[in-house]
Each structure stands twice: as C-alpha cells, then as structure tokens.
C-alpha cells in the first residue's frame, strides 16, 4: 500500500521553542492532508486539513498561529509548533488522501 | 453534531476466542464507516470500509464488520483471534460527501497467547 513517512519520529524540545515536522507521500500525489493530535490513551483528534497551494482549514479550537501549516507540494505538507510548551507535548500523526487515507507513523514532541 | 464511539476502551482474550468491538456512529445523511488496526509501534492501517451495497464487509486479516443502518452500528468481528491481533482498533466515521474522518476513542485489545 501507499506509504507515508513523518520527520522526525521523536522529537524534545525546550519550552519557546518552535519544532517542525514533516509529513511526506512517497509513492502518490495528495493534494490533501491532515494532521492529528492523539493524546495518551485517547483517539485521534483531527486539527487540521491542509490542501496543497492554499491555505489550511483549522477545526475549531485549534490556533493557526500556534499550529503552522504548509503544504508547498503535492508530497509534502509540514506541521510547526511554535513557541512550543509543554501542554503542547503529544503525538502528532499526518495522513495523506489518496485512494484511501493513508497514515503517517506518527512524531511524539515532548516539550520540556 | 457527528460523533462516533466505541463501548469498549480495554478487551483482553485469549487466542482462539471470537472478538467483537462495538462502534455506534451519528451522522446526518449518508456516512462512510472505516476500521482502522494499530499494532504497537506502527502506524494506522485500514482493516474495512463500508461505502455501500452489502452491509456485511469482509476486511484484511479475517476482519468483518456489519453495517446495520436501523442501529447506527459498524460492528468489528473476527471469530478467531491470534495472539498477533493485539492492537488499537479504531472505527471512523465520515460524510459520504466529505474527506474528514471522524475516530471513535479506540478499543486495545490485547490476545493472550
């Protein structure tokens, strides 16, 4: 099946920093992507959908200024957390539209 | 407002034990229903859908699942479950006119070998 991979798989940073993650289909096109917050022991939590050239559509509650989103190409869309605390820890998982939706292995950020 | 959820966060069994997992969804108008397998350590990986046509839906590894619309249910089934079916098992919900899943909590079966 189609395979979609996450930069970086984990990541610590400092609180106030900002950290960028990377979600990218290897072997197909999407022009839409999502990203998801899973938190311990709980389901995936959709933030956000980002379609490719336009801007993204944040689901509600969700800060865009927080949870910066671009998608420049049809194989890439990137997640940034900026100024970073550590309410902000969690497990972030992509997936990519193609014939189905298919999931990224997720980067758990840890803010400390 | 759309929902789904599923009745059991923790499932332990022992292998050769049938396995069924709960899944009530509420949506306006038409849906599509997904099961979702997460294996420790791996990514999410689609076991079924249900789009239309037969509501009995035969998914990868000797899932099934029923669609039955009067219930608003997505059962997940499998008569005989190996010890290598310990997971997350998540259920999904989405607009047959959209793109956006909607999860349920998950369910974490763990199979006693």
């Known amino acids: 099946g189609a395979v979609v991979s996450q930069h970086p798989s984990r990541v610590i940073c400092k609180s106030g920093t900002s950290v960028k993650i990377e979600c990218r289909s290897l072997?197909?096109?999407?022009?839409?992507m999502f990203w998801y917050r899973q938190f311990p022991k709980q389901s995936l939590m959709l933030m956000a959908t980002?379609?490719?050239?336009?801007?993204?559509?944040?689901e509600q509650g969700v800060e865009k200024d927080k949870f910066l989103i671009n998608h420049a190409s049809l194989t890439l869309s990137t997640l940034t957390v900026t100024s970073a605390h550590p309410e902000d820890s969690s497990f972030y998982i992509c997936s990519a539209l193609g014939q189905e939706q298919f999931f990224g292995p997720g980067t758990r950020l840890t803010v400390l | 407002a759309q929902s789904v959820s599923q009745h059991n966060h923790h499932v332990i069994l022992s292998e050769a034990a049938s396995l069924e997992l709960g899944c009530n969804y509420s949506y306006g108008g038409t849906v599509n229903l997904f099961w979702y397998v997460q294996y420790p350590g791996q990514h999410l990986q689609l076991l079924l859908k249900y789009f239309s046509g037969d509501p009995l839906v035969k998914g990868i590894k000797g899932f099934e699942a029923e669609f039955i619309k009067s219930k608003f249910s997505f059962n997940l089934r499998k008569p005989s479950v190996q010890w290598s079916d310990t997971a997350e098992y998540f259920c999904?919900?989405?607009?047959?006119?959209?793109?956006?899943?909607?999860f349920g909590g998950g369910t974490r079966v763990l199979v006693k070998p």
């Open positions: 072997d197909f096109q999407a022009t839409t």
């Open positions: 980002s379609n490719e050239g336009s801007k993204a559509t944040y």
């Open positions: 999904a919900a989405r607009g047959a006119a959209g793109n956006k899943l909607t």
